[in-house]
Structure formats: structure tokens, C-alpha cells
């Protein structure tokens, strides 16, 4: 029988380890040992797999069994486990702390493992992060495989294929990666797999790393993301069934979909549970909030400072009325309400959900009333300011918004000395520096850059009617092209 001693170095035994010896009925000395990790197992299973087999083999009929096991007691432990040599010390270790119980038989090189694990989850609760007005309630959890459960129970066909692969040398984090086949784009699918595949890490803790691992190769310096991350299992197979892969982990509780476009991450699910005007109505209002995010700041320094010529010359004497006491240029104004609103956002993430949104709306107008009053700012500047949040939070995802927000200070810091001149080269530098970017191939601006007009108007900038929308994006490049049939019996897959 393979030894504890053997199994674990004198410092590094858990404090949570059990030894169950196991007896024969009249036999003095321990026939086997039962090895596991009382917080991750089921007691209850390993009662009913191995506790009454073992004495129900080992005391009913003829007596007690030895080494070599029976045929009948050797064949009920390998339909329930598998044997692993008791050479292979790490391969022990790695299935204990994964859940499962080792039966250690007296006399016998190899050990029984078999899987009891219990891990602790919560039950599946409504999105927090991506609530919707129209659609499913329900959003993943920290257990991958109720995760895939939910994938399953919306997508029933043979061609969804699910690859598991293990990441962290530490963590052994199980990673699990869907696509349909037939429909996804085979050499997208490779390549994440060969990317996966090569991962050499101590541990992950959530998928938006292994998405960084995957793509982050030659952009790691890109603020813009180039996954998505959702909590939503109707958003997930949305993408799967527009040939996109999703990749889901244990212990996280959002799936990673790619490749992604900048269009596709402003779009939300209630764009497509509305009817198709109100959602390219939607669209078309969080378009407007992205340019005022952007452009609106720098925008107000330049006609302040550099072009003031540029509007009329009411409004100008309008804004400089409003500007009268503050000791200090436009571009200072500016700089300082961004960097409040800054704080304000940020606060409004970290503070406890409960007191989040109060804490962050009073201190705003407190804040914003007191330095008006005082001649610290304009009442104009608060209008600009309080434009240009609310622009910030119709992005659909959180981390577009933080990159778009750098844009608009680069934008401001080009505004300061060359005024509307500077916000044009900075315009067409981060055109420029979006069209560099792919995400696994598909170009980030697509389908803008790629002049693919149909997938444009047919998901892009407005969506149409779901019985206009028959093929797939072009952008996404699926081996399947149709989606809808409009006639009987014509193949899809």
C-alpha cells in the first residue's frame, strides 16, 4: 500500500487531510485507507461509493478479500474511478486537491481515484452588471459546469463542441472552450486552442486573463479591449451562433466571447428583444454619447482659447459672461472637472452598491454648486462636465468607456496649444491607431474599414428586422453563411 508519508512532505500535509482506515471483519491490521480533503469532498458520496462497497465486498460471502481484488470487486472499483500508480506521486496529489478520495488497498501499488469533490457555489441569480429591460434573467456563476449547462440548454445540436484544457501550474484552473462546428471560423478555433495550449503560467483567477494570454502577444500596450466579457448566457450564444467562440474558466463567473469589433461591444441584448427601430434608436443615442465622451471637453478649450471665432458671436459672449470670475483659463477649468469626474466615477464602482450611487450623485452636485459658487469653475463648464458623464455611461462595457476617456484626454491635451487643429490630428491619430488593431484578424473598426455595407446596416450602426437579417456578419468570416431558412428543408449547417 502506498504510504502518506510518501505522498506528502513532513511540512506541506494539509491541516484538512483525512485517514479513514478501512478493516476487514476479524482482521486486526488495516486492509486499506481512505485518503481525502474533508472541506472539497462529499462525505455522503464517498459512503456510498467506497465505505459500503468496500464492506459489503470485503465481509459478505466467503470472507475477506486480498491482493490481488476479485474480479467482481475489481471490476465495481474501476467502473467507479481509475487506478493511477503509486509512482505517480504528482498525479496523486493534483487528483486529491482537485476533490477526489484515494482508496489506498494493503498490498496494492496503485491507488483507486475516484472523484467525490464538492465545491462551493452560489445558486444562479439575474445579471448585475448587464441588467436588461427584455430577455432571460438568469447569468453564470462561478461553476463551469453550470455554466456550460446554460449554454446546453440553449443550444441543443451536436455541432456544439466544448474543449477543456487545464491553465496554472499552481491553480489547474479549468478552461473550457465552445464554438459551433460548421459555423465558426476553423482556423480562428486552431489558433486559440495552439494559443491555449502554449500558456505557461503559475495560476488565473479569471477569464478576462486568459483572453490577455491569447491575444495580448504584440497589444499589450492597447487600452482597447479586444474581448468581451459578459455575464449573460443569451449573450454568449448569440455570439456562438454568429460563429464566435466563447471561452469559459472555473471559479469565474463571465465568459470571454472573440474575436470582437468596436461595434460589437456598444451593442447590448435589449437591441435585439426591442423592435428593430428602438434598437437603432439605441444605438444611434449611444453613438452620441461616445462623441460628446470624446470630443465635447477638448472641443469647449478650443473655441475658449485658440478658435474663438468659430461660433457666433452671441454664444461666445455668452459663455464669457458665464466665465466671469474664474481666476484661471478654460483648459485648467477643464482639467480639473475631469479629473473630479474621474474620481466620481470610480467611487461610484467601488463604494457598496447600497450607498454607491447616492454618495456619488451628492458629493457631485455638492461639489459642483460650491466651486460655481465660488468662481472656481463656470456654470457652463458644469453643463460640459455633467454632458459629458452622462455621454460616458451609455457605454454598453466598462472598459471601452475607460479607453474612450483617455482618448478624450489626449484630444484635450492637443486642444490646449493648437486648439481645433489639435483635435483633428488627435482625431486621425486614433483612427489610425484603431485601424491597427485586429482581434484574432477581424479588423477592430470592422465593418467601418472593411467596407462590408451589408453587415453596416444590418448590425452595425442600426439593426434590421430579424426576417431581413438571413446570413450571418461577413466580418466574423463563419464557414456558415445562411442562419435563416425561407425555404422547407433547405440546409443550414
Known sequence: MISIDELFQPACKPSDLQEQPLYFKDGAAPAGLLVFLSTITNKAKIEELLLTPFQSLANGGNGAFG???????????????????????????????????????????????????????RSIT?????????????????????????????????????????????????????H???????????????????????????????????????????PFPLSQSTERPDKAVSALLEGRIIILMNSSPTAVILPVTLTSLYQTADDYYFPFLSGSFLRFVRLVGLFLTVFLPAFYISITTIN?????????????????????????????????????????????????????????????????????ISNIMIVITA??????????????????????????????????????????FIFLYLCHLKSLGVPYLAPFDTFLYKDLFRDGLTRAPLLLSRFRPSTYRADSKSKMSRKEGEKLL
Not at 467507479?80 to 496523486?92: S, Y
Not at 432571460?136 to 461553476?143: G, K, Q, T, W, Y
Not at 458623464?389 to 474612450?404: C, D, H, R, W
Open 67 to 121: 491482493t490481488p481484488l476479485p474480479p467482481a470487486a475489481f471490476q465495481y472499483f474501476s467502473s467507479i474511478g481509475e487506478w493511477v500508480p503509486g509512482r505517480q506521486r504528482q498525479l496523486l496529489l493534483t487528483k486529491l486537491y482537485a476533490g477526489h478520495c484515494l482508496f489506498l488497498l494493503n498490498g496494492n501499488p496503485e491507488a483507486l481515484v475516484v472523484d467525490v469533490s464538492e465545491w462551493q457555489s
Open 126 to 178: 439575474p445579471p448585475e452588471t448587464e441588467s436588461s429591460l427584455v430577455g432571460p434573467r438568469d447569468a453564470f456563476i462561478e461553476n463551469l459546469e453550470t455554466n456550460i449547462a446554460l449554454i446546453r440548454a440553449r443550444i441543443r445540436h451536436e455541432s456544439l463542441t466544448a474543449q477543456s484544457f487545464v491553465i496554472g501550474n499552481l491553480t489547474g484552473t479549468n478552461v473550457t472552450v465552445m
Open 180 to 222: 459551433l462546428d460548421g459555423i465558426a471560423n476553423r482556423q480562428m478555433v486552431d489558433q486559440i486552442v495552439e494559443r491555449i495550449q502554449t500558456i505557461r503560467i503559475d495560476g488565473v483567477v479569471d477569464t478576462t486573463q486568459v483572453a490577455n494570454l491569447i491575444l495580448e502577444k504584440n497589444k499589450w500596450w492597447s
Open 308 to 376: 474663438q471665432d468659430v461660433l457666433r458671436i452671441q454664444f461666445m459672449l455668452a459663455i464669457a459672461a458665464s466665465r466671469e470670475g474664474v481666476p484661471y483659463p478654460a483648459y485648467i477649468e477643464v482639467c480639473i472637472m475631469v479629473f473630479l469626474l474621474e474620481l466620481i466615477n470610480e467611487a461610484s464602482v467601488r463604494l457598496p452598491r447600497v450607498i454607491g450611487g447616492t454618495a456619488t450623485i451628492v458629493g457631485g452636485l455638492i461639489i459642483g454648486t460650491a466651486a460655481a459658487q465660488a468662481h472656481l
Open 387 to 428: 454632458a459629458t458623464a452622462i455621454g460616458s455611461f451609455t457605454t454598453p462595457n466598462y472598459m471601452v468607456g475607460v479607453a474612450l476617456r483617455m482618448c478624450s484626454y489626449i484630444l484635450i491635451a492637443l486642444a490646449i496649444p493648437l486648439g481645433l487643429y489639435g483635435m483633428t490630428l488627435g482625431t486621425a
